[in-house]
């Protein structure tokens, strides 16, 4: 048997036999417990904050039962020294409970603080948009107008004149063969130029009046001057403005606008007037 053995014997024996030293010890363990208890606890940085009350009534205890083992009432210090740990254990669990609580908390704050973020975000982003699309809008607006207003000083240019039945465009009979509806090949630039200004206008609504001279018969002069004011509606049609834009009538020989006593007053006479309504004017014939 070695030494380290034999100590562990002799101090058996000492216990076994002497049992009212082995109690005494006992007891002496049980304050010795509930002071490491206590001041671990107490060492908490947390201790006041979640668990007070039990942080006052463990080192009153601990004292108690200290004064108690102090005066030999090693029963009674035992029993002290218990409710003393008994508080320290329950501030280690409101504490480890309060932490948990408190991160749990944290942890939903960041998420509603990026919740909130995200929104803040996409609300940004959707202002940014609307934004954006308000200035395209009034960009594309804005060179809408202008290509009206260029067009519009085209027509001018093709002797429209601004009435106050809107801007009129007279077609000469030089588009059309003698007696005839169809329209020829010069008339292209001008139905083209018109049909620009229309597409990009589409409040505007269209007029077209065919008229002639004196000669021929009632009948045939209106005949004619309604083909010739159809033609140039179809022909507006073909390049994509809606029929529903446009009405064409034939005046006959009842509007003239010189006399037709003479040939070059006759030639005046026969005519296609294109009456294009002014910008307030919305088109409201079916």
Partial sequence: MNIQKLRLAVASAVVFALPGISAQAAKNDEVAFARTAVQQVESSPDAGKYAAAEIAAAPEALLE???????????????????????????????????????????????????????????????????????????EAEAAQRTAADLEAQLRELQAKQTDR????????????????????????????????????????????GHTDSMGSDSYNLSLSENRANSVKAALVAKGISAQRIVSVGKGEGVPVASNDSSAGRQQNRRVEIIVSNPTEVATRK
């Fill in 65 to 139: 039962a200290e004064q108690l083992a102090k005066q030999g009432k090693s029963k009674k210090a035992a029993e002290v020294a218990y409710v003393a740990k008994r508080h320290a254990d329950i501030a280690t669990e409101q504490i480890a409970r309060g932490q948990s609580e408190q991160k749990a908390a944290e942890a939903e704050a960041e998420r509603q603080k990026a919740v909130l973020q995200a929104r803040e975000q996409e609300a940004a982003a959707a202002r940014a948009t609307a934004e954006a699309a308000k200035q395209n809008a009034q960009r």
């Fill in 166 to 209: 809107g801007l009129v465009l007279t077609l000469g009979d030089v588009l059309f063969d003698s007696g005839q509806a169809t329209l020829k090949p010069g008339a292209a630039s001008t139905i083209e130029r018109l049909a620009s200004f229309l597409e990009q206008s589409p409040e505007r609504s269209v007029a077209i009046e």
